[in-house]
């Protein structure tokens, strides 16, 4: 509860502050394990942990985002498909 409520009252202010109050509430609640409050170095290595993962996901999702090979090649599939697709409804004459 304590946790929640800082987070609350930094998210309006800094939220960069509220942060790491939100994560070590996401991290208590998604691995009740007492091992967590007996010992920090498991809630310190925990949350490194997820960090890592969370960032590496985001480092992987911009780059293929600001890829100009994998954006070109995502535009003309899309393209294709769509054509694909119209063909397909003017062929069974369903209407859109």
């Given at each position: ?38 010992h ?14 969370g ?27 769509k ?14």
């Amino acid at each position: 509860m304590l946790l929640q409520t800082i987070g609350e009252f930094f998210v309006v202010r800094n939220y960069g502050i509220a942060a790491v109050f939100i994560t070590m509430l996401t991290i208590f609640l998604a691995e009740p394990n007492i091992a967590l409050t007996e010992h920090s170095h498991v809630l310190i290595k925990t949350r490194l942990v997820n960090e890592l993962i969370g960032s590496s996901i985001g480092a992987l999702g911009g780059w293929m985002l600001y890829h100009e090979k994998i954006h070109f090649f995502t535009k003309r599939q899309m393209r294709i498909t769509k054509v694909a697709v119209k063909k397909i409804i003017a062929g069974r004459k369903i209407k859109c």
